[in-house]
């Protein structure tokens, strides 16, 4: 499944729903704000949160290029978080408290930026300055290429000089100007800092210097710590790990993904942790999980596969709350438009809108995923609030599901419509009412969906679409394969390259696309994006992108969404919710942060009856 | 029995190293560009050159099986792609769980098969037979899955008797061991289809054996009944229960997919399974190795115990 195991364990919720369990029913939502936990708040407790196929293999916050673990964040932002804090209640915005500056002022045509750092301190007391920064940038100019989250362009290489003028103050110039927004809250969202005064140097029993200073040093600096953040075995013995600023520390590791956070009580930050400790434990599969928490035996939070979505009532017998969390990502079905026999008839935009019009979102959200999904109508979840979501995406996107319409394009468009069976085109040419370049007379409507196997929820939407597409004489021919397969047999195909081996696939579905705090689509939907698989290139649509990222205007951002809603880059998929359950007496769950990159137990805490 | 000994070990050798040669191959030609598999949606071109150099997947095959071969020879079986951990220490903390777990499944079927065989065999053609057989048949019919999710619906979840898991964390034999009342039910469920397995052989065998001639010359001498079945048929029943005892001991290195998914027993199955999805050779390599020495260890082992259990076999190689 494309939904990244950092992002399905990080997922937090915006607004939480339970779900109608006391008669075992699950059909509607009841509330927004999850269950009321009532008693008094305790002191301490342990709270043992189940992760399913989760396995860390690394602490050092800088992974190298060839450690896509997405488990890793779990692991460390606890103990080392984001410079820029994602998220606040579930809010999508920056949150102030959280977040390790107290300033933040962009100038100079938004090409300088000057961050005031707050005066935190380091686990073992040191003070956090801004050669800290400088240690973490001095690292990443020289190793970006090693680092798991680079992204082509930005931080570090568009920085042309920091400077620090005092102790607390970083002075940041960039090789141009960005849009403040997405810079702050997609790139500087991803920079953890790094004690200087402990982990500059390059072995374990060497002493601390300024080696971050030469190029040489700061790759042997990063080398070093690269390695040592690989050691599984001395996680929790490693003093270099030792030092942190987040409110956990880790307690204990072991190689099976089983670890533990511990307080820390040098915390600097306002949520100081309340329980005494939160235990990590793996799981083979959800199937284990699901037999565990319906057995009461051990866990205090976990996932509850949409699959077993009837089994709410059962768990809440047993003790347990159920929420749901939406994903903050966009879903999609990603056309070909290169594929050697499709992509001309991807490449018009009447055909995309077609197959978009045929696709019964509603009837997805309701009948496949019991009502816990985002409707999927454009690119930017509802979820993301006013700010993000333009009117037209609030009002069901441009192309809500009408049978009637995509009959209608297609008639237009000189095919003969076959509903229930396959459609084809009558008039070939480029003229009005013609089917469009390179769309050959009798050439069927015809596609091949491939989708992540393995998860019942995405059989079932895509038999969903495959008979609903047939209203139009759309026929979707589906084949299942593991996420793995179709990333390792499938490319990217454009105009520039399509070669026939791995551009064979006409549609794909192997889930959603993560976004950060700002829903950008840079990356996703300008031609040279790394995430643009089927080729879709628009002059406009790179134009109004490029606005987001480095323009100032505040309007740029609906003018970006309402266009690329409208052109479909790719088809707008409903995108499904994770669902939690937690114990009854643990409190602080809710709001879930979807953005932070990880859960925050320092929020949580047990209650016992009493007012 | 030294020379045949030695030949048998020199043929073993010969096999493991065409398993690793094949297996590399067939490997090899699986298509889809393993970086990318591995990598998944944070495959950019620069990410997968990196990946390829690092793994030496870039260079020609013959050299990427040498340089296998090499590392194999210094007692390294590689990293894994997709966990980032030695394959060695992958396995070696997974295989001795596995073998405690199907290793005493395996004990549990054969102290239960082996002697409801014989009693069978003792009463050929009985209701008791039949009815003995008709349960270790449909035992054996069901799936293994649906008797765990029914043993844990009933004895967990209803009647909270057993966990239902192994609790997650536990490296160690001695941690499987110390939460054993985790193990009841996967070990329970493992030897299920097995029973059926070792009694209906122990039982044919047997009813060979209770017609020989030499059964009725023992009976004839005034032997006692309960002497004749533990001297003479147990001995000769087990010759093909020690065949499949050799056969299953790739079983207990290659682990159970279906019980360490249901039971959160994290085993050389689920290893092996999850690393064929997402293309990681070296744990496929390693596990295949194994497995591949297992094989032949089982079939040493069995053709040893044919020898020990049965001078007729022990003088004709001689």
Known sequence: ?611 | MTWYLTRRVGQALAVIIGVMILTFILLHMEPGNVARAVLGLKATPARVAIFDDTYGLNKPLYAQFLLYMKQLLQGNLGISYQLQQPVSGLIAQRLPRDALLLGLSTLLALIVGVPTGIYQATHHNQLVDDVTAGTWFTLYSAPDFLEAFLLIALLCVQFHVFQPNFPGGITSVGGVLADWRALVLPVFVLSINSVANFSQYARSTAIQVLASDYIRVARAKGLPRRLVLTRHVLRNSLLPVITLLGLSLPGIVAGAVIAESVFNFPGMGLLFWQSALSHDFPVMLGATLIIGIATVIGNLMADIAYGIMDPRIRHVRN
């Open chain 1, 1 to 611: 499944m494309r939904k990244t195991r950092r992002m399905a364990a990080a997922a937090a919720i915006v607004s939480l729903a339970t779900l109608a369990a006391a008669c075992g029913s699950v059909g509607a939502k009841v509330g927004g704000g999850g269950s009321a936990v009532s008693g008094k708040k305790t002191r301490g407790g342990v709270v043992t949160i189940a992760e399913v196929g989760a396995s860390p293999n690394f602490i050092f916050p800088y992974a190298p290029s060839t450690n896509s673990d997405g488990y890793n964040v779990n692991l460390t932002m606890g103990l080392w978080p984001s410079l820029v804090y994602s998220g606040d209640g579930g809010k999508s915005i920056v949150n102030p408290q959280e977040s390790l500056f107290s300033s933040l002022t962009y100038s100079h045509h938004d090409s300088v930026i000057t961050m005031v750092l707050k005066p935190w301190k380091w686990s073992d007391g040191t003070a956090i300055t801004s050669r800290d920064f400088t240690f973490t940038y001095n690292l990443l100019k020289v190793n970006y290429k090693n680092w798991i989250d680079y992204t082509q362009g930005l931080f570090p290489t568009d920085v042309t000089k920091v400077l620090t003028p005092n102790a607390h103050t970083v002075v940041l110039d960039l090789n141009r100007s960005y849009n403040p927004a997405f810079y702050t809250d997609d790139v500087l969202s991803t920079i953890v800092l790094l004690p200087q005064h402990a982990w500059d140097k390059t072995s374990l029993t060497g002493k601390v210097g300024n080696f971050d200073e030469t190029t040489a040093g700061a790759k042997a600096v990063y080398t070093f710590l690269q390695k040592q953040g690989g050691d599984m075995g001395t996680f929790d013995s490693n003093p270099l790990w030792k030092v942190v600023y987040g409110p956990w520390k880790l307690g204990t590791f072991n190689s099976s993904g089983y670890y533990s956070w511990l307080p820390n009580k040098n915390y600097s930050g306002p949520d100081k942790p309340v329980i005494s400790e939160a235990i990590w434990t793996p799981f083979t599969t959800d199937t284990a999980e699901m037999n565990t928490l319906r057995s009461n035996t051990s866990i205090d939070l976990g996932t509850l596969p949409l699959n077993d979505v009837h089994q709410v009532g059962a768990l809440n017998s047993e003790g347990y709350t159920v929420a749901d969390l939406p994903t903050a990502g966009v879903a999609e079905i990603v056309p070909n438009l290169y594929n050697p026999t499709n992509g001309p008839m991807l490449r018009q935009l009447y055909i995309r809108q077609v197959l978009e019009y045929l696709i019964n979102r509603p009837q997805i959200v309701s009948k496949v995923y019991a009502g816990y999904a985002d409707p999927g109508n454009g690119p930017v979840s509802v979820l993301y609030g006013k700010q993000w979501d333009s009117p037209l995406e609030k009002a069901g996107g441009p192309y809500p599901y009408s049978p009637a319409k995509a009959i209608a394009l297609l008639k237009a468009h000189g095919w003969k419509v076959v509903p229930g069976g396959v459609s084809t085109c009558a008039h070939a040419g480029t003229g009005t009412g013609d089917c469009g370049t390179g769309v050959s007379a009798g050439q069927p409507l015809r596609f091949q969906l491939l989708y992540t196997s393995g998860i019942t929820s995405f059989d079932q939407q895509n038999a969903a679409i495959q008979s609903s597409e047939e209203a139009a004489g759309v026929k979707i021919v589906l084949k299942a394969e593991p996420f793995n397969t179709i990333v390792a047999t499938t490319a990217t195909c454009n105009a520039s390259s399509h070669p026939a081996s791995t551009c064979a696939w006409q549609l794909q579905d192997y889930g959603y696309n993560p976004y950060f705090l700002d829903p950008s689509g840079a990356g996703l939907f300008n031609t040279d994006g790394y995430g643009n698989y089927g080729g879709y290139s628009s002059p406009e649509e790179n134009r109004l992108i490029d606005a987001t990222e480095y323009g100032s205007s505040t309007s740029a951002f609906f003018a970006y969404e309402n266009y690329t809603a409208q052109q479909l880059p790719v088809l707008w998929l409903p995108d499904a919710s994770f669902l939690y359950v937690y114990k009854k007496n643990l409190a602080g769950i809710t709001p879930w942060d979807p953005f932070s990159g990880t859960l925050n137990p320092e929020v949580w805490y047990y209650t016992k009856p009493g007012s």
